[in-house]
T-cell receptor, first 114, second 116 residues
Framework: QKEVEQNSGPLSVPEGAIASLNCTYS??????FFWYRQYSGKSPELIMF????GDKEDGRFTAQLNKASQYVSLLIRDSQPSDSATYLC??????????????FGKGTKLSVKP | EPEVTQTPSHQVTQMGQEVILRCVPI?????FYWYRQILGQKVEFLVS????????KSEIFDDQFSVERPDGSNFTLKIRSTKLEDSAMYFC??????????????FGEGSRLTVL
């Protein structure tokens, strides 16, 4: 069974700072990695996904993947109070089929202070 | 913007009763999913559905659970003989292609199930 581990936080950063969120995964064969944001009481929404080692940037967000270390991170630049949410790391799981479905970490709660 | 809709938003039931949670996926999506999230816990995969049949299911999705697409728009999750530990938020999701390709699942707002 694949596992995804995240520090539950809370991670508190001041407005305008860089927030760094980290995730490790157990299956060295994992190929696809996703970051979702979940506001309290709401459903998850996809921020970005990454397949290849290195960095992938999308606006204020940068995902970083290091497959050798089985580590994926999300950087949020110029953090805003509206970024305050729980950030979920997810990898593709396999339950015997080929479709691949998501295994989520427990999430890191981020709080951006004005 | 198209969205996944779920009903009811909250259901309270007695232990042992059957519940049906309903979802209307985004109209051009072909893959449908149910996930659940127990309060304070991880989002957990239950089942995926494609071409009118289950394509994958997790160990959570035992004989107590079933899914159905009774018509061209609805996708339902039935939980028979509910237990206290079934209390959770149940999320329906849909995707245009298999989640293994892009991971872009569009989630509904969830149905909160409370079993007393």
């Amino acid at each position: 069974q694949k596992e995804v581990e995240q520090n539950s936080g809370p991670l508190s950063v001041p407005e305008g700072a860089i927030a760094s969120l980290n995730c490790t995964y157990s299956d060295r064969g994992s190929q696809s990695f996703f970051w979702y944001r979940q506001y309290s009481g709401k459903s998850p929404e996809l921020i970005m996904f990454i397949y290849s080692n290195g960095d992938k940037e999308d606006g204020r967000f940068t995902a970083q993947l290091n497959k050798a270390s089985q580590y994926v991170s999300l950087l949020i630049r110029d953090s805003q109070p509206s970024d305050s949410a729980t950030y979920l790391c997810a990898v593709i799981g396999t339950y015997g089929g080929s479709q691949g479905n998501l295994i989520f970490g427990k999430g890191t709660k981020l709080s951006v202070k004005p | 913007e198209p969205e996944v809709t779920q009903t009811p938003s909250h259901q309270v039931t007695q232990m042992g009763q059957e519940v049906i949670l309903r979802c209307v996926p985004i109209s051009n999506h072909l893959y449908f999913y149910w996930y659940r999230q127990i309060l304070g816990q991880k989002v957990e995969f239950l089942v995926s559905f494609y071409n009118n049949e289950i394509s994958e299911k997790s160990e959570i999705f035992d004989d107590q659970f079933s899914v159905e697409r009774p018509d061209g728009s609805n996708f339902t999750l039935k939980i028979r003989s509910t237990k206290l530990e079934d209390s959770a938020m149940y999320f329906c999701a849909s995707s245009e292609v298999a989640s293994g390709n892009t991971g872009e699942l569009f989630f509904g707002e969830g149905s909160r199930l409370t079993v007393l």
